[in-house]
Nanobody, 130 residues
Framework: QGLLVESGGGSVQSGGSLRLSCDTS????????MGWFRQNTRKEREGVAV????????YYADSVKGRFTISRDNAKNTMYLQMNNLSPEDTAMYYC???????????????????????WGRGTQVTVSS
């Protein structure tokens, strides 16, 4: 299991946009589910969005539906998270992760597979001011 590298975070005002990137080129194992997670000082890590089988299915946490879009560019070994209409509640460290196990679409969507991920990247900080 290789290291994933997140980038693209920053500080924006409420209503702004950011696009996060996750370089998965160092991840050599096969997987059919990957996604974005976030954690701030007040909450446990939560799933934000996942992509199943390179785009066959995409699933989102209720809190980000309609504002965030997850995508994957296999040619570039990169996963993205486009975040629009950001709010202060989106402030967190964002991490990408790849499921170490092959999952069905429902298993991918549930995002509980993050508990089986033992190696996480450094994350990228997103700060949204009001």
């Amino acid at each position: 299991q290789g290291l994933l590298v997140e980038s693209g975070g920053g500080s924006v005002q409420s209503g702004g946009s950011l696009r996060l990137s996750c370089d998965t080129s160092a991840y050599t194992a096969d997987s059919n589910c990957m996604g974005w997670f976030r954690q701030n000082t007040r909450k446990e890590r939560e799933g934000v969005a996942v992509v199943y089988r390179g785009g066959e299915g995409t699933y989102y946490a209720d809190s980000v539906k309609g504002r965030f879009t997850i995508s994957r560019d296999n040619a570039k070994n990169t996963m993205y998270l486009q975040m629009n209409n950001l709010s202060p509640e989106d402030t967190a460290m964002y991490y990408c992760a790849v499921s170490p196990n092959f999952l069905g679409p429902l298993g991918c969507r549930d995002m509980d597979w993050a508990r089986d991920v033992h190696i996480w990247g450094r994350g990228t900080q997103v700060t949204v001011s009001s």
